[in-house]
T-cell receptor, first 111, second 116 residues
Framework: SQQGEEDPQALSIQEGENATMNCSYK?????LQWYRQNSGRGLVHLIL?????REKHSGRLRVTLDTSKKSSSLLITASRAADTASYFC???????????FGQGTILTVHP | GAVVSQHPSWVICKSGTSVKIECRSL??????MFWYRQFPKQSLMLMAT?????????EQGVEKDKFLINHASLTLSTLTVTSAHPEDSSFYIC????????????FGPGTRLTVL
C-alpha cells in the first residue's frame, strides 16, 4: 500500500508548546502535502513539499522531508488552541496519479 | 486558491432512497475530479477518479453500480449513492484538479450523509 502512516495517532499539548507529527510512506513520491481538518469540516491545505526539497516553512509551520527514509514531519511552533484539529499527510505519485492520505494525527491544544 | 463547492452540505435520507451530491469547481476548469469517503475518526479513502467526458475509475472494493459518478462538464461532477443504506452514512468529499497542475488538488467542504 502506498498509504502514508502517521504518528502519533493523537497528541495532546498545552498552548505555547510545539507539536510534531510524523508521516512515513512506502513508495516513491513526487510531492507530499499536509492538510488540516477541523471536526466535521473540509480539508485545509497547509503546505506542499516536493521530492527534491528537504524543508519548507509557512508561518508557524515547518515541514521536513527525507526521501531516503521515506518520511516527513510537520512541526507547529507556539501552538494555539485554534490549532486543535486532525492533521493528515498525503502523498502524490505520478505513477499512481492520485493523492493518498495517511491515517492522521488528532492534535488537541489545551488553553 | 481555487474554490470547490459541494451541495448539499448535509443530507438525511431514508434507507433505500438515492442521494445525489454535486461538486463544482467555481473558478477553474477541473479536468479531473476525485471522490473520497471518510468515516468518523478515520482518514479519507479515495472512492473513484473521474475525468471529464469519460467513465470514472473506481478503487478496489467500491461498487460502481452503487456509487454512480458523472463528470459531464469541466466544472461539475456528481456522485449518486443509489439505494442508500445506513452503512453508507459517511462524509463524502470531492476534490478537483486542473490539467496544468499535478501538484495540488482543491477540496470541497464535504457532504455529510446520514441514512436512517
Amino acid at each position: 500500500s502506498q498509504q502514508g502512516e502517521e504518528d502519533p495517532q493523537a497528541l495532546s499539548i498545552q498552548e505555547g508548546e510545539n507539536a510534531t507529527m510524523n508521516c512515513s510512506y512506502k513508495t516513491s513520491i513526487n510531492n507530499l502535502q499536509w492538510y488540516r481538518q477541523n471536526s466535521g469540516r473540509g480539508l485545509v491545505h497547509l503546505i506542499l513539499i516536493r521530492s527534491n526539497e528537504r524543508e519548507k516553512h509557512s508561518g508557524r509551520l515547518r515541514v521536513t522531508l527525507d526521501t531516503s527514509k521515506k518520511s516527513s514531519s510537520l512541526l507547529i511552533t507556539a501552538s494555539r488552541a485554534a490549532d486543535t484539529a486532525s492533521y493528515f499527510c498525503a502523498i502524490w505519485s505520478t505513477s499512481y496519479g492520485k493523492l493518498t492520505f495517511g491515517q492522521g494525527t488528532i492534535l488537541t491544544v489545551h488553553p | 486558491g481555487a474554490v470547490v463547492s459541494q451541495h448539499p452540505s448535509w443530507v438525511i435520507c431514508k434507507s433505500g432512497t438515492s442521494v445525489k451530491i454535486e461538486c463544482r469547481s467555481l473558478d477553474f476548469q477541473a479536468t479531473t475530479m476525485f471522490w473520497y469517503r471518510q468515516f468518523p475518526k478515520q482518514s479519507l479513502m479515495l472512492m473513484a477518479t473521474s475525468n471529464e467526458g469519460s467513465k470514472a475509475t473506481y478503487e478496489q472494493g467500491v461498487e460502481k453500480d452503487k456509487f454512480l459518478i458523472n463528470h459531464a462538464s469541466l466544472t461539475l461532477s456528481t456522485l449518486t449513492v443509489t439505494s442508500a443504506h445506513p452503512e453508507d452514512s459517511s462524509f463524502y468529499i470531492c476534490s478537483a484538479r486542473t490539467s496544468g497542475s499535478h501538484n495540488e488538488q482543491f477540496f470541497g467542504p464535504g457532504t455529510r450523509l446520514t441514512v436512517l
